[in-house]
């Protein structure tokens, strides 16, 4: 916020660009778009340096159908394993700290954000994806 009070200039153009993208712009062009509005401090659909680590941890001489296939399977284990979360005694909400012992209350915006990279690294559609783990989910 004070970076846009003092350099509206700059921010103007950045919002302008991250407003811009669609989810058939293509997707280097989104990366290089959500890195310049990260690095100006704005929120971005998807975490650019989370997909650049994902991107570079692949497995060396596996081919992207099974890293891809991995990606799914990690969506069906958490989905599978929510339920367990929550029945955990750990999972009560605790006034003292204004939130969960065990932090389940970020659990949403970390499945959202792991993701959202992980389906950007293999250039698929992450609305589907969260789509189909909610069909899972319930």
Do not use: W
Not at 98 to 118: E, F
Not at 119 to 134: R, S
């Amino acid at each position: 916020q004070v970076f846009s009070h003092h350099c509206p200039f700059l921010m103007g153009p950045i919002e302008c660009l991250s407003d811009a993208v669609t989810p058939d712009t293509d997707i280097q062009v989104t990366l290089s778009i959500f890195e310049l509005a990260s690095a100006a401090g704005i929120s971005c659909e998807v975490d650019p340096a989370l997909v650049n680590v994902l991107a570079g941890s692949k497995t060396d001489g596996s081919a992207p159908e099974e890293d891809y296939k991995v990606a799914c399977l990690l969506l069906v284990f958490v989905a599978v394993s929510l339920p367990l979360l929550a029945s955990d005694p750990a999972s009560l909400y605790n006034t003292q700290l204004d939130g969960y012992n065990n932090n389940i209350h970020c659990l949403a915006k970390a499945i959202i954000q792991v993701s959202a990279a992980l389906f950007t690294v293999h250039n698929k559609n992450i609305e589907t994806h969260l789509k189909e783990f909610l069909l899972v989910r319930g």
